[in-house]
């Protein structure tokens, strides 16, 4: 997953190096970053162009302030702004810097520093995971929350189907043709449903996990593709036990 990134400081030590500084600030700010398409944060002068760094990070601490999937990577007057009249805003970050700033080759490196030192002292030490994991988190446990004990239903009626064996008895057979029928339209029809239900949250886990890197990993033995596959099982082993 994405781990969260505790920043400490550095009391009544020395004073760090700059370069030193740098680094872990560099640091700090790629963990923030992490799982933003398009944000690749290297310097801190042409990696905050576009202006999609800033609002990645604000995303990250408070995503129903920025809603990061609605911005343009070639609108960077706009994205810029947007960050900056959030921070100071919401996180009270002064805005030392203004878009215009920005409308060089290579943007002002000291000033940027600055400014992204600001910010971080604004946030909260740790660093939350990516808002985006979290909704996908929680649609996996919705989807488990389905699928597991329709699994389980489904596991034990094919045990039972492939228990049975051929019946002599009248009665006996009469009974297992009512049950079989009972099954058919009662209990199947409500699987079926509750497998749809299951295939319709997964597409939305999908959704969501093709835009995050690292992908939330996924147990295959849970995938539609296994329901799919239990389902088949199922199905072929109760046409036998009818032929039976």
């Known amino acids: 997953g994405y781990p969260g990134v505790s920043v400490t400081n550095n009391e009544g030590g020395?004073?760090?190096?700059?370069?030193?500084?740098?680094?872990i600030i560099l640091k700090w700010c790629r963990a923030a970053t992490a799982g933003y398409p398009g944000v690749s944060v290297?310097?801190?002068?042409?990696s905050w162009k576009d202006g999609l760094?800033?609002?990645a990070i604000l995303n990250r601490f408070r995503p129903d302030l920025i809603d990061f999937d609605s911005l343009h990577p070639g609108d960077n007057m706009a994205n810029l702004q947007q960050a900056f009249s959030c921070a100071e805003k919401e996180f009270g970050?002064?805005?030392?810097?203004?878009?215009e700033d920005f409308n060089m080759a290579v943007p002002d490196e000291n000033s940027i520093l600055t400014y992204v030192s600001l910010l971080i002292k604004a946030m909260p030490?740790?660093?939350?995971?990516h808002p985006k994991y979290v909704q996908v988190s929680e649609k996996w446990t919705e989807y488990e929350k389905v699928v597991t004990p329709l699994l389980c239903?489904?596991?034990?009626?094919?045990?039972?189907?492939?228990s049975s064996t051929s019946l002599s008895d009248l009665e006996q057979l009469k009974a297992a043709v009512q049950e079989a029928g009972e099954f058919q339209r009662s209990t199947l029809p409500?699987?079926?449903?509750?497998?749809?239900?299951?295939e319709l949250i997964y597409g939305d886990?999908?959704?969501?996990?093709?835009r995050l890197v690292p992908p939330f990993p996924i147990k295959e033995e849970m995938s539609p593709s296994a329901v799919d596959e239990a389902w088949s099982v199922l199905l072929q082993a109760f046409d036998k036990n009818i032929e039976l």
């Open 190 to 198: 409500v699987w079926a449903a509750t497998k749809e239900k299951a």
């Open 53 to 55: 760094a800033f609002n």
């Open 93 to 99: 970050v002064i805005q030392l810097l203004d878009a």
């Open 125 to 129: 030490d740790t660093i939350p995971p």
């Open 42 to 46: 290297d310097n801190f002068s042409t």
């Open 153 to 162: 239903s489904i596991d034990e009626k094919i045990e039972c189907l492939e």
């Open 205 to 210: 886990i999908e959704a969501i996990n093709t």
């Open 14 to 23: 020395k004073p760090e190096p700059v370069r030193e500084v740098k680094q």
